[in-house]
Nanobody, 124 residues
Framework: VQLQASGGGLVQAGGSLRLSCVAS????????VGWFRQAPGKEREFVAH???????YYGDSVKGRFSISRDNAKNTVSLQMNSLKPEDTAQYYC???????????????????WGQGTQVTVSS
C-alpha cells in the first residue's frame, strides 16, 4: 500500500482544513488508517484513527474539533479539522495497518505503511 497525504496549508486560528490520504491498492478497505502529527522537537502524536469497519477514535487534544472519515470506493481517508489552534501546527502523516488491535492504534510503530506528510500551520 502506498499513501499520499495532501491538503495542508496555512490557516488562521479558528479556521478549518481538510486533509486527504489517498491509498493505492485494491484491498484498502481491509486496512485501518491513522493520522499522526509531529511538531519540531516533539514526538509523533496520535491524532485520529478509523478502523476498517469505520469505527473512529481521537486523541484527547483534537476531540470535538477533528473528524476522520473514509471513502473506500475512492481509497481515501479524510481528516476534517475545525477550530484550529496554533498548537495544531505540525507535519501531519497518514498511516495504514492491517489487523491493528485497539490498544495499539496510538502507537506509530504498529502501522505498516506511511505517507509522506503534509504541513499544517496555524497562525495566531
Amino acid at each position: 500500500v502506498q499513501l499520499q497525504a495532501s491538503g495542508g496549508g496555512l490557516v488562521q486560528a479558528g479556521g478549518s482544513l481538510r486533509l486527504s490520504c489517498v491509498a493505492s491498492g485494491s484491498t484498502f478497505n481491509r486496512y485501518s488508517v491513522g493520522w499522526f502529527r509531529q511538531a519540531p522537537g516533539k514526538e509523533r502524536e496520535f491524532v485520529a484513527h478509523i478502523r476498517y469497519n469505520s469505527a473512529t477514535y481521537y486523541g484527547d487534544s483534537v476531540k470535538g474539533r477533528f473528524s476522520i472519515s473514509r471513502d473506500n470506493a475512492k481509497n481515501t481517508v479524510s481528516l476534517q479539522m475545525n477550530s484550529l489552534k496554533p498548537e495544531d501546527t505540525a507535519q501531519y502523516y497518514c498511516a495504514a495497518g492491517a489487523s491493528l488491535i485497539l490498544s495499539s492504534i496510538r502507537t506509530p510503530r504498529q502501522y505498516h505503511y506511511w505517507g509522506q506528510g503534509t504541513q499544517v500551520t496555524v497562525s495566531s
